[in-house]
């Protein structure tokens, strides 16, 4: 297993646990939207990182696309959590950054 692909394992493992712990656990968040922009930049980097081709990576960026969908549906039975089109807005806006600047500043084809 590559490092790129256990550091991927690891991230997205925390980042859906974390997105769905029960509200009355975590500290108030005032920037949570960035935090889901960082979180899925990271994830897809991660994900260039791993991709071999345009192709796989846009097919990584869609599978972080819809777990960060799925994970906002789950929030729906979370105490104290919900749905946020915000999120998701938040969550691609991290996809598509990263996987442009891996298109741009790397040689896959």
């Not at 897809?44 to 990584?60: D, V």
Request: net charge positive; glycine share 8%; charged share 10%.
């Amino acid at each position: 297993m590559t490092t790129a692909l256990t550091l991927f394992l690891l991230a997205a493992s925390g980042i859906f646990i974390g997105c769905l712990v029960p509200a009355r656990y975590l500290p108030p968040l005032r920037h949570d939207k960035w935090m889901h922009f960082a979180a899925f930049l990271v994830l897809a980097m991660l994900a260039g990182r791993i991709a071999q081709s345009i192709p796989s990576l846009l097919a990584w960026c869609c599978g972080l696309f819809f777990a960060g969908a799925a994970i906002e549906v789950i929030q729906h039975w979370v105490p104290g959590r919900q749905f946020c089109w915000r999120d998701l807005a938040a969550n691609t806006g991290g996809i598509l950054l990263a996987a442009a600047s891996t298109i741009y500043f790397s040689d896959l084809v």
